[in-house]
C-alpha cells in the first residue's frame, strides 16, 4: 500500500523559501500510472491545489501561484519536492501531497499526513 | 478556474439523520470528473467518491454521490457518530479545485 510522509522546516522566514519533500514508499513514484502534487491548507480555512508532477518531470501548476512555484522529483530516491520563493504570512498552512491519476482518475489519493509550515520571523 | 461553492457552509443534524451536502460548479464540470473528500481534525482528507458517485474502497454504502454538469451532492443516509467532519468536492476536469468545505456538526 502506497504511503506519502512529508517532511521539511516547520517555520520560514518571510521573504525566504519555503522547501518541503514528500517521500513514497510502497510503491514506485515512476508509475506511469500517476501524478504526484501538493495541496496546501491555511489554518481553519479549505485546501488549495498547488501543482502536480509526473515522473518525467512534467509539471503543471496553479495558475494563481505559478509564478513562485517548483516542483521536483527524484526518481532515485522515490520522492518529490516543492519549493515556494519569497513567502509570506499568507503561506502559512499545512502542506500534503498526494498521488493522483489522469482523466477519470484525477482524484488524490493517497495523502500523507500533513506538514504544518509557518511563515514568521 | 472551475469555482465550487457548496452549501450549506453548516449542516446542524443528529446521528441517524440524513445529510444531504451540494456542491455547484461556476461552469460544468467534464465528464463528472468530481471527487468528494471527509476531512477530520487533525487529519488529512480522505477520499470519499470519485466520478462524482463511486464509492472509493472501503467506505460504507451509506455514503452516496450524484450529479453532472454543474450540480452534484453527497447523501450520508443515516448519520454515524464518526461521520461528523468536513467535507469538500474537488474537480478534476479543469486542473484542480475544491470547494470551500461544508461542516457536518451535531445538534
Known amino acids: 500500500q502506497v504511503q506519502l510522509q512529508e517532511s521539511g522546516p516547520g517555520l520560514v522566514k518571510p521573504s525566504e523559501t519555503l522547501s518541503l519533500t514528500c517521500t513514497v514508499s510502497g510503491g514506485s513514484i515512476s508509475s506511469s500510472v500517476y501524478y504526484w502534487g501538493w495541496i496546501r491548507q491555511p489554518p481553519g480555512r479549505g485546501l488549495d491545489w498547488i501543482g502536480s508532477?509526473?515522473?518525467?518531470?512534467?509539471?503543471y501548476y496553479n495558475p494563481s501561484l505559478k509564478s513562485r512555484v517548483t516542483i521536483s522529483v527524484d526518481t532515485s530516491k522515490n520522492q518529490f519536492s516543492l519549493k515556494l520563493n519569497s513567502v509570506t504570512a499568507a503561506d502559512t498552512a499545512v502542506y500534503y501531497c498526494?498521488?493522483?491519476?489522469?482523466?477519470?482518475?484525477?482524484?488524490?489519493?493517497?495523502w500523507g499526513q500533513g506538514t504544518l509550515v509557518t511563515v514568521s520571523s | 478556474e472551475i469555482v465550487l461553492t457548496q452549501s450549506p457552509g453548516t449542516l446542524s443534524l443528529s446521528p441517524g439523520e440524513r445529510a444531504t451536502l451540494s456542491c455547484r460548479a461556476s461552469q460544468s464540470v467534464s465528464n463528472t470528473y468530481l471527487a468528494w473528500y471527509q476531512q477530520k481534525p487533525g487529519q488529512a482528507p480522505r477520499l470519499l467518491i470519485y466520478g462524482a458517485s463511486s464509492r472509493a474502497t472501503g467506505i460504507p454504502d451509506r455514503f452516496s454521490g450524484s450529479g453532472s454538469g454543474t450540480d452534484f451532492t453527497l447523501t450520508i443516509s443515516r448519520l454515524e457518530p464518526e461521520d461528523f467532519a468536513v467535507y469538500y468536492c474537488?474537480?478534476?476536469?479543469?486542473?484542480?479545485?475544491f470547494g470551500q468545505g461544508t461542516k457536518v456538526e451535531i445538534k
Open positions: 508532477i509526473y515522473y518525467s518531470g512534467n509539471t
Open positions: 498526494a498521488r493522483h491519476g489522469t482523466g477519470y482518475y484525477g482524484w488524490f489519493d493517497p
Open positions: 474537488q474537480q478534476y476536469g479543469s486542473s484542480r479545485t
